[in-house]
């Protein structure tokens, strides 16, 4: 069958069609055609996202975006550099540029970025965290948590003063974690935090998956791809500003020679596929999850239309064309 539904709204992307938003030597060009080709996978409005780096680097990976000027970019999420040092909960963020959160070097970057940082995960545990938070939250920037290995005590900490989402929740935290109280556990039972789910079958296994959107609930989950140049690409070596990575046949982009993943090869209509796989929920809950969710959480409405195939019998979604202006359908109900 056939059916209309809103564009995908992608929270987290730091890359796509072999460009790296963190490179700043990267083209306004450039990013203009991955982001038109993001496009035909269904995604019509994003947050590029800047990971840990110093302002210099920020400073100049914002004015290539800024002079870029597409219609698909909706803001900046910045991730880190106010995060856990720890390995582990860093992920494939550089040690080196880790820094604690100070309200005057979020001021520089939203400068460099001329007020369009709508998003900044940071690690609750940081010197200055809290304030931090606060001061975003009173300035209209939402606060995710994420690549953290904060306490209960912390988290909650966090959660009051008005962090709102868990960033790729399951992911960005220790490989080992205590069974209970754990991070996983806590953001999970906020029931005023959302929680972003990379569903590409590497981050989360089927199962956590399915326990996670269950937990959270329909309303309460965004899908993010957490793309890097990878995305669209056939297997290979690829970077994430600094950082060395691979896409490996099997479409798992780890850094080389670790069992770290760094970001993903992910696309949005693959996520809405799997997460029906995965979780059993329907096709219209899993298309909410990628468009008019994620826009609501950060104060937007998505834009153009998807026009896509669904196959009951397989459970896959075939992208069929994409409008990326105009008012955006309410749902997938649309049949045809």
Avoid at 13 to 31: E, L, Q
Avoid at 120 to 138: K, Q, R
Avoid at 206 to 231: C, E, F, H, N, S
Wanted: charged residues 20%; negative net charge; proline residues 7%.
């Amino acid at each position: 069958m056939t059916f209309d539904c809103p564009g995908f709204f992608d929270l987290q992307v730091n890359g796509f069609a072999g460009v790296d938003f963190n490179d700043p030597a990267a083209s306004p060009d450039g990013i203009a055609r991955a982001l038109d080709a993001m496009q035909s996978t269904g995604v019509t409005r994003c947050l590029p996202t800047f990971i840990t780096s110093p302002l210099d680097e920020f400073t100049g990976c914002a004015k290539v975006l800024l002079r870029c000027g597409h219609p698909a970019i909706a803001g900046v999420h910045m991730e880190g550099p106010y995060i856990s040092p720890e390995d582990g909960p860093r992920g494939a963020h550089r040690r080196a540029h880790v820094v604690p959160g100070t309200i005057e070097d979020f001021r520089r970057r939203q400068e460099a970025c001329e007020g369009l940082i709508k998003l900044v995960t940071l690690a609750p545990e940081i010197a200055g965290a809290i304030p931090l938070i606060e001061h975003l939250v009173g300035s209209g920037v939402r606060v995710a948590i994420g690549h953290s290995a904060a306490s209960t005590d912390q988290i909650a900490d966090a959660v009051k003063a008005g962090a709102t989402l868990a960033t790729h929740l399951g992911n960005g935290c220790a490989q080992m974690l205590p069974r209970h109280p754990n991070a996983i556990w806590e953001l999970l039972a906020a029931d005023s935090v959302h929680a972003s789910l990379i569903v590409d079958g590497h981050h989360l296994p089927a199962a956590t998956v399915k326990a996670m959107v269950r937990a959270k609930g329909q309303d309460r989950t965004i899908l993010v791809t957490d793309a890097i140049a990878a995305a669209g690409c056939p297997p290979g070596p690829f970077r994430l500003g600094e950082v060395d990575c691979v896409l490996g046949d099997d479409g798992r982009v780890s850094l080389p020679g670790t069992p770290y993943l760094a970001g993903s090869a992910l696309t949005m209509d693959k996520a809405v596929q799997n997460t029906v796989r995965f979780s059993g929920v329907s096709l219209e809950d899993a298309v909410a999850m990628a468009s008019t969710i994620p826009a609501r959480f950060i104060g937007e409405t998505p834009v153009g239309t998807v026009t896509a195939a669904w196959s009951v019998e397989r459970l896959e979604l075939r992208i069929l064309s994409v409008r990326g202006d105009g008012a955006a359908p309410e749902s997938a109900k649309a049949l045809k």
